[in-house]
Structure formats: structure tokens, C-alpha cells
């Protein structure tokens, strides 16, 4: 709940990757130049794109410098000599950069895979060829030639996962070192005409000094990188291409895994085979059409393990390619914290698994049929416009029940997913309305999914954000209403999930009703604030507003409703470094958490600092102190429980990244001292630069939990429903360990594996009886004695009724791995080979053993997939 940390995303955060580091200090806007111009020639000799820039229409082209240092002092004057000249031609634009540097020996050239942002001497270039001063497409080389890029939104928001086709190159010499890029005129967006002005940047990175020198540099105090732009002229009589691009793939392979004995429906091996395409195609200068037909996703690295003792489902991120790139215009958040997974549109809903039936054998798809997906996307003249669209085929399992019996049911429906967003940029970009709405329609006439699932889900909303005061004040404002229909048990589930828990008997604002069949809500986030200019000081104040019905989860991501969250946050910043610091900053918040009823949940007081030294090294810690009254949920449709006071808090370091060896520390924890619940996490990373071209991380996690409160179950005995609480013991361990080891600029081999164990032991039930009491102790009664007895995995009651319930003690070991070779033997193009491994074991032991865990892991038999995968990029 902490909103710390979005205020220190958007004054002292790391917004362009790799470009602008955290530790930049502030400066003086009278110290910086005015916008500067550099002016681009036609290219009428060859050019190869070998890095080293010694062809005679380089030697022709007017060099351009006076960059300006931005750390360690901002506005500084840069210790390295940076020039670069731009060249273009019918087809594409050509920068060439000469980095002089004394001693070419120590320039830092680690070579990685493509898109890997590395602790390595850079140079990065963008393009604002809208001219909007809020968008713009970002290409980077370091020293050993490796292509990175992104695109800049917004003015400052950033999107790495935007993928271009272009070539690069970089070649150390004796006064430094030289880089090359070549960007063809149909990766970039720009309107026809007979000549063409266009914001421009070029940042370099020196990695041993962590110096940063910018063509064009943006003041710290000011949150602008795009509007910031230098320009670049001269660009005469050019004509927007055609935009068509094709990538088909084929993919083959095999999977193998263990199966139980006498199982007819799984074999032990299987064939894997798919082919599909992608295609982008440009509708006039400023849009791109983007779709996939049958797409494939088997070089996406596994999800991690995770074990989930909530009544809500768990947040995975994004991996999917083509549900990355290119989707800024669709990113609906809600929510004004540092939770980032919530919002109104989460692709992983798309293709998603479906669950699978109960039976004694089972053939279960592992995810669902995406048919095809398409997205229009564009700008012009200050309007952008993003449109969505992906259909999902109907899934069917196989299923052999224990008496024998055949069924096959349909376990996903035939289902289309939409949406889109519209903005307007007033006040070259300063200010920006937008609306958007969703669309989810699944086919469930006579099916029995209609009993659980919408047959229809609708969203709108719409977008405020502005500034002023030369950019140092912000306000934004974020609403979205919902609306969900389907049968009358469809909705009374989502009545009585817990996000919503409409059947809570000591409710006062509304009830359960199980004759709807739809269900409609609204929510709003807003935030206004100083967040720029002043040289010490930061606040404002917002809050996030949620109705009881707010349904967003058949397209997005949402954990709950029923709030009204007002906080006032500061913070405190000292960016001139000294001869002890670099930087520091505190921040601070006071929050009130209600619901409609409306009933006060928590009140409370959140806070946190970090400094950077010298060395680099950087340290952090926070905590929350929370006055907790009521816990709405913890019965998961019982009445509130009331809640006690507590607290928690983290601290954190990483080492110096220019090191070959590195450190990463996390450590949280948390305490109530009315019910004793304790609870701790330590996450430790290792990276280790082996060699230039070699890099292992390993990270090591262990977690206790010591909770006495943990839901078990709640059970009707024909006169009375019973909650069942109980003291969990739980214990987590993993290590992740990932290598990456690069060949060259375009063959790569990367490797992933983690191992996971979870175990829980539960003892201590408690029946609960008396939610609304004052005291701890007289809210349940503490099953003990002649209470209860465990037979056969089922604890069996007698107090106050009979009833019974199984034995939730756990344990659950894990290992998932991947391995992929990725060739890129073109332009776009790209070879995978993949070996992906998993396994899975679970019994109902809440006995942590590490090394036995591990070894029955290790031991046990696990799935094999093993593929090659291949397309082509083709550019009409």
C-alpha cells in the first residue's frame, strides 16, 4: 500500500535506462544551453556499417559537438571529446559518432545479448520524428557493437521492449572508440513534405568514471527528456515508404514427460509442430497496423514458482513479445502506489491456461489457442490512437473419471478481447486527455461454463494529466467504470469473490443478491503535486477510489474493491554531492484506507530513505506503521475480523556496478505484537562478470512466516457456518541462477533455473466466534484437547456442532529451467533453439527439510521439451 515509491519514480527515479542514472545530480537550469541544432547532409558515397567511419562521405559530413557533462556534474564540462555527424538518404538515416578517450585501454566492452542494458561505454541516439516533443524512437550501440533500443512516450515514460530493424556497429581506435548506426526510414514515424526538422539527442556513457555527457542535456529537477530535444535539420524531399514487414515462423520439437501408470490419455512423447506469421503493416506515414497469426512463444523463459495462500489469483509479467512491444497507448493502471500489476488491460488473460477438471486421468491444454491477434497504433497531429483485438479458440480436456467414464468438456470458450485508447496532447504535450474502453465476449450458449464465467465485460475510461509551472507541477486523474453480465450464478460468483464479498453478513451498505446478472462499478485515481524545480522539496497529495461493484478481471488485473485510500505524501532531497554523498533523499506519507460502508480498515504513517556514496554503493530503508481496525477479508465472506496494529519495514544495498563481481540485498520483514504474527524475507543476488562476453547471476531467497491468523476454511454443519483460522508456520527457499554468454553481437546462449521449496505446517485451529471483540483473545475459541482429532489428512471437530475439514499442511518443490541458443543470422531474423525442463512435487507434509526437498526434487522425474524455431524477416 506504500506510495512512497511513486513519488520517487517521478522525481528522482531512473526513466530512461542506461541514460539517466539515479544519482544525477541537479543543476542549474542557467548553466544549460539553449536548444541546440545540428544540421544532416545527403549521402552520395557508399557507407559500410563496419563501425570504424573512414568512408569519404563521413570524412564530407559536417561533425557536430559541444556536449555537456550530466554526471557526476550536471551542466559540467564533459572530460571526454564526443562529435558526431548525420547523414541520410532516400531510404535511411546514418549517424556516425567519434568518442575520444585518452585511454582506449579501459573502455569497458561487454558483449551481450541484444536489448541487454550492460554496465558498458555507450553511445544512444533518438529521434523525436514526429516533432511532438513527446515521443521518440531511442537506438543504442556499446563498445563491442551490441544494439539495445526503445521508445520514449509521454515525454519521460519509457518502453524497452520496442523492437526495430536496424544495424549498427562500434570499433575501438587509438584516440577512443567509433560507433555507426543506420535506421531505416520505415522503423521511424514522420509526416511527408519537402523538408524536415525533427528533435534529436545523442547521450554518451563512460562506464569506468560513470560519466554521462549529453548533445542536448535536460535539467534533473525537471521531469522532461523528449521535450528537451536538440534538433536536427537539412533533412530535404524525403517520402515515407512503404511500410509492409512479414515474419514467418516454423517451429518442431518433442516433448517428454512422466506419466502415471495405466494413463491412456497422456504419452509419454510427443510431437511439437506450429507455423504462423506476424505481419506490420504501415497505413500512411503515422500508423502501423501489427498482427499475429497462430503465434508461438516457446523461447519465453518460464514464470517463477510461487506458492499462493491468498483468496487472489498471482500477478506474472508480461514476456510475450508481441503483447509487448508497441503497447504504451494500452497501459491502463489503477492505482496511485507502487503497485504497478493492477490496471484495466492485462494480456496474460489472452492465451492464458484454463483450469483443469477433476478426473482420474486428465489431458488438460497448458494454455489456450490464440487464433490471432492485430493492433492499430499511431500519431498524428497531437492524436494517438490504439486499437486491440485477439480471439482465443474454444478448449476441450479429455477425462477419465474413477468409474471409467469418457467425458470430454469444454474448459475455455470461444472468446474476443478488445480494446482501445485515445489521447490528445494540448500545450506541445504538457497536457493530455485520453479516453479508453474494453470489450470481453465469450460464446457460452448452452455451455456449463456460463455458470462461472461473463458472457460479456465492458470497461471506459478516461485520462487528465497536466502540467505547469514550467513542468514542476503535475496533476493527474484516472477513471474507469465496468460493467459485467452474465447468468445469475456467473455473477452471484463474482458477488462472493474477494475482491467483491457481497455476502458478508455484518455489511451495511449493500447485500448479496442472487437473482442479478450484472454487476457495474467505478474507480478513480488521481495525484497533484510539485514534483520538480525546487531544489529540495517535494509533495503533493491524492488517493484512489474504488466502488463495491468495480469488476476489471476478464481483461485485467485487480486485487480489490470496495476503498477510498486519501494520502498526503513529502519528500526531502539533497542532489548536490558532498564529500561523503553523492545524494540523499526521505520521503514520507500519512494514509487513511475506508470503505463504503463506510468502516475505517487502517490509518497510518509510511516512510522511507536512501543515500548513494561515493564508491557507488547504495543503501536504503523504510517502514510502515499502521493503526489496523478492521480486516474485511480475512473470513473471505465471513464478517470482518477487527485488526490489531503492526508494523513493517525493509532495508536494502547494491555494490558498485562497474565491478566484476556485485551484490544486490534485500531484506523485509513484519511484526504485530497483539497476535505475534512475524515474518521476514532476505533476497541476495551475485552478479559476476566472468569474462567481457560471460555473465552468472545467482540469487538466493529464504522467507519464515510465523502467522496465527492464516485462513484454513470455513465449514456449515447444517446450523451454523464455522471460520477457521490457524497458526502457519512457513518456510520458502529458492535460488535463481541465470548465465548469459554471448558469442558475438548475434549468437547468444542464455540459460535460467530455479528451485523452489514450500513448506507449511499448521496447528493452533481456532474456530472463530466473536470477530467484532476488542480483545485478541476473545475472538475465536482455540480448538485444543477433546476439540478435535486428525485422522487420515482430515481434522474432525466437535465444538459447538460437528464438522470437519481437510489437513492443509504442505510442502511443494519446484525446479523449472531453460536453456536458449538465439542466432540472429540477419537483420530480423532469428534461429532459437530451446530445451525448457520442469518438474513438480507435492505432498501433504508441512515438514521443511531442505536437503531432502531438494534431493526428492532432484530425483523425481520431470517434463522435457526440446525445439528449434526459425523466421524470417522480410521488409517490402
Known sequence: MTRLLICTLLVGGLVLTGLVPISAVRADDSVLPPTVRAHAIRRTTSVTIDGHLDEPAWAAAPRQTGFVQRFPKDGGKAEHQTSFAVLYDDEAMYVGVWAEDSEPEKIRRLLTRRDVDSPSDSIAIGFDSYHDRRTAFVFQLNAAGVQRDMLLFDDQAQDDTWDAVWTGNAAVTGEGWTSEFRIPLNQLRFSSGDTHEWGFQIVRMVARTQEQTAWSPWPRSAPQIVSKFGLVDGIDHLKPGRRVELLPYALGGVDVMPIADGDPLNAHASMRRNFGLDVKYGLGPAFTLSATINPDFGQVEADPSQVNLSANELFFAEKRPFFLEGVDLFKLPIGNSDNTVEGAFYSRRIG?????????????????????????????????????????????????????????????????????????????????????????????????????????????????????????????????????????????????????????????????????????????????????????????????????????????????????????????????????????????????????????????????????????????????????????????????????????????????????????????????????????????????????????????????????????????????????????????????????????????????????????????????????????????????????????????????????????????????????????????????????????????????RLGHDFNTLIDGGGENIVMVKANYWIGL
Open 352 to 848: 492464458a491456461a484454463p483450469p483443469a477438471p477433476d478426473g482420474k486421468y486428465v489431458k488438460s491444454p497448458q494454455s489456450t489457442d490464440i487464433y490471432g491477434a492485430g493492433k492499430l497504433t499511431g500519431k498524428a497531429q497531437g492524436w494517438s490512437i490504439g486499437v486491440f483485438d485477439a480471439v482465443t479458440g474454444q478448449e476441450s480436456a479429455d477425462v477419465i473419471d474413477e468409474a471409467g467414464t469418457s467425458t470430454q468438456p469444454i474448459v475455455a470458450p470461444l472468446t474476443n478481447y478488445a480494446v482501445a485508447r485515445v489521447k490528445r496532447d494540448l500545450r506541445d504535450g504538457k497536457t493530455s486527455i485520453g479516453m479508453s474502453a474494453s470489450a470481453v465476449n465469450r460464446s457460452l450458449s448452452g455451455s456449463p461454463l456460463a455458470a462461472t464465467l461473463h458472457d460479456q465485460a465492458y470497461t471506459a475510461g478516461a485520462q487528465l494529466q497536466h502540467h505547469w509551472g514550467n513542468n514542476a507541477w503535475e496533476a493527474n486523474l484516472h477513471m474507469v467504470s465496468s460493467w459485467v453480465h452474465g447468468t445469475e450464478d456467473a455473477i452471484a460468483v463474482t458477488q462472493r469473490s474477494n475482491r467483491h464479498l457481497f455476502q458478508r453478513p455484518d455489511r451495511t451498505d449493500l447485500a448479496f443478491d442472487p437473482h442479478r446478472t450484472s454487476l457495474g462499478g467505478f474507480g478513480a485515481t488521481w495525484m497533484a503535486g510539485q514534483i520538480g524545480d525546487t531544489k529540495h522539496w517535494r509533495f503533493g497529495s491524492g488517493g484512489d477510489l474504488r466502488t463495491p461493484g468495480l469488476e476489471l478481471n476478464d481483461l485485467g488485473f485487480q486485487t480489490n474493491s470496495d476503498r477510498v485510500i486519501p494520502f498526503v505524501w513529502g519528500q526531502y532531497r539533497v542532489d548536490e554531492p558532498s564529500e561523503h554523498l553523492l545524494n540523499w533523499q526521505a520521503n514520507a506519507d500519512v494514509f487513511l484506507v475506508n470503505t463504503f460502508e463506510p468502516r475505517v480498515e487502517a490509518y497510518g504513517l509510511e516512510c522511507n530513505a536512501n543515500i548513494q556514496l561515493p564508491n557507488y554503493w547504495q543503501f536504503g530503508a523504510g517502514c510502515n506503521l499502521a493503526r489496523n481496525r478492521w480486516d474485511t477479508t480475512a473470513l473471505r465472506g465471513g464478517p470482518a475480523l477487527r485488526a490489531d496494529a503492526g508494523t513493517n519495514g525493509f532495508a536494502w544495498f547494491n555494490t558498485d556496478t562497474r565491478k566484476r563481481v556485485y551484490f544486490n540485498f534485500n531484506l523485509s520483514g513484519n511484526h504485530n505484537w497483539t497476535t505475534d504474527n512475524t515474518g521476514y524475507n532476505i533476497d541476495v543476488a551475485a552478479t559476476i562478470q566472468a569474462r567481457s562476453n560471460i555473465d552468472i547471476a545467482v540469487g538466493p531467497s529464504w522467507a519464515e512466516r510465523d502467522d496465527p491468523l492464516q485462513y484454513v476454511d470455513q465449514v456449515d454443519d447444517g446450523t451454523m457456518k464455522h471460520y477457521i483460522l490457524a497458526r502457519i508456520k512457513e518456510h520458502v527457499a529458492s535460488v535463481t541462477v541465470r548465465m548469459n554468454w554471448t558469442f558475438s553481437p548475434h549468437l547468444s546462449l542464455q540459460a535460467y533455473a530455479q528451485p523452489f521449496v514450500a513448506a507449511g505446517r499448521y496447528s493452533e485451529y481456532k474456530d472463530v466466534n466473536n470477530p467484532h471483540a476488542f480483545r485478541y483473545e476473545d475472538r475465536f475459541h482455540l480448538l485444543q484437547g477433546s476439540d478435535y482429532a486428525i485422522a487420515a489428512g482430515t481434522v474432525n471437530v466437535n465444538y459447538a456442532g460437528t464438522y470437519s475439514f481437510a489437513q492443509p499442511d504442505f510442502n511443494f518443490r519446484q525446479l523449472r529451467s531453460t536453456l536458449v541458443m538465439r542466432w540472429e543470422y540477419r537483420p530480423g531474423s532469428t534461429v532459437f533453439a530451446i530445451w525448457s525442463h520442469g518438474r513438480t512435487d507435492q505432498v501433504a507434509d508441512g515438514r521443511f
